[in-house]
T-cell receptor
Framework: DAGVTQSPTHLIKTRGQQVTLRCSPKSGHDTVSWYQQALGQGPQFIFQYYEEEERQRGNFPDRFSGHQFPNYSSELNVNALLLGDSALYLC???????????????FGPGTRLTVL | AQKVTQAQTEISVVEKEDVTLDCVYETRDTTYYLFWYKQPPSGELVFLIRRNSFDEQNEISGRYSWNFQKSTSSFNFTITASQVVDSAVYFCALSGPTSGTYKYIFGTGTRLKVLA
């Protein structure tokens, strides 16, 4: 049973460029969340996608955008990269739970983005 | 506001010692969820436990145990007879309606070093 997968593993970009990160959820999951983890910090929530729509968003500028495909996989796009965007980007998958409850999120190995 | 505090930045123990990682949380929600994750050097966050606010029963899983006390807003994690493989960064996280049910709020993590 495959877990959450992310690609690429590492990425180096320069300021002003754009980047796309990819995530495939764990088998049976339909919801994908993205987190940014700066060095020495805990993960910070970027947004969550369910049924191909953004369901909730954290405190990130709209340079950060996403997409979810019909097969539940997801992309995170970051435009106009800044040095401060250098971080580990983690994808987490879970199952939709009705009634406002929350399901456990399972994380992938992350993509380490370096902006020069 | 919701907040998770892990005051211990780094802990070093000798193999076979017991160690407790502290987690204190703040929330005004009556229904919320608490989590612990392990992050080894590879970067992937590994799920350890989930607890909802109505279940104050302590849990033991092998060498791991968790103590949830609503009266002190704490959810502490103890590793008994620590092993070198336990070396990692451990994160406590909180989820609840105030910050958005789908968003996990993480602490800054505690780096555990187990010395042989």
């Amino acid at each position: 049973d495959a877990g959450v997968t992310q690609s690429p593993t590492h990425l180096i970009k320069t300021r002003g460029q754009q980047v796309t990160l990819r995530c495939s959820p764990k088998s049976g999951h339909d919801t994908v969340s993205w987190y940014q983890q700066a060095l020495g910090q805990g993960p910070q929530f970027i947004f969550q996608y369910y049924e191909e729509e953004e369901r909730q968003r954290g405190n990130f500028p709209d340079r950060f955008s996403g997409h979810q495909f019909p097969n539940y996989s997801s992309e995170l796009n970051v435009n106009a990269l800044l040095l401060g965007d250098s971080a580990l980007y983690l994808c987490a998958s879970s199952s939709f739970v009705a009634g406002g409850s929350t399901d456990t999120q399972y994380f992938g190995p992350g993509t380490r983005l370096t902006v020069l | 506001a919701q907040k998770v505090t892990q005051a211990q930045t780094e802990i070093s123990v000798v193999e076979k010692e017991d160690v407790t990682l502290d987690c204190v949380y703040e929330t005004r929600d009556t229904t919320y969820y608490l989590f612990w994750y392990k992050q080894p050097p590879s970067g992937e966050l590994v799920f350890l436990i989930r607890r909802n606010s109505f279940d104050e029963q302590n849990e033991i899983s092998g060498r791991y145990s968790w103590n949830f006390q609503k009266s002190t807003s704490s959810f502490n994690f103890t590793i008994t007879a620590s092993q070198v493989v336990d070396s990692a960064v451990y994160f406590c996280a909180l989820s609840g309606p105030t910050s958005g049910t789908y968003k996990y709020i993480f602490g800054t993590g505690t780096r555990l070093k187990v010395l042989a």
